[in-house]
Nanobody, 121 residues
């Protein structure tokens, strides 16, 4: 059983910073890409940032220059540092991992339970 557990959400004023963390645990053979997605009320879930096992990153245009994604392959964790936060960044943020739970298993996508980020004065 694989679990992704997020932490670090909360309420912050515009211009502030938050750091989200996600830890993958359980039966894991190999993790390929990890990432963060978000979903605001009434909107579809959208990509925020992804990072491969080799460290290649991809960001949504709306967060480039403000957010930084990083991962620790040894600890199976991914972190999202969010700076210069704006009210439009308010959403539930979900951790995502593309992984193979066992050597004989297919690659599957797993999701965390989500953590609320609210940017408001």
């Amino acid at each position: 059983q694989v679990q992704l557990v997020e932490s670090g959400g909360g309420l912050v004023q515009p211009g502030g910073s938050l750091r989200l963390s996600c830890a993958a645990s359980g039966s894991i053979f190999s993790i390929y890409a990890m990432g963060w997605y978000r979903q605001a009320p009434g909107k579809q879930r959208e990509l925020v940032a992804t990072i491969t096992s080799g460290g290649s990153t991809n960001y949504a245009d709306s967060v480039k220059g403000r957010f930084t994604i990083s991962r620790d392959n040894a600890k199976n964790t991914v972190t999202l540092q969010m700076n210069s936060l704006k009210p439009e960044d308010t959403a539930v943020y979900y951790c995502n991992a593309d992984l193979r739970p066992m050597i004989i298993a297919p690659r599957l996508t797993y999701w965390g339970q989500g953590t609320q980020v609210t940017v408001s004065s």
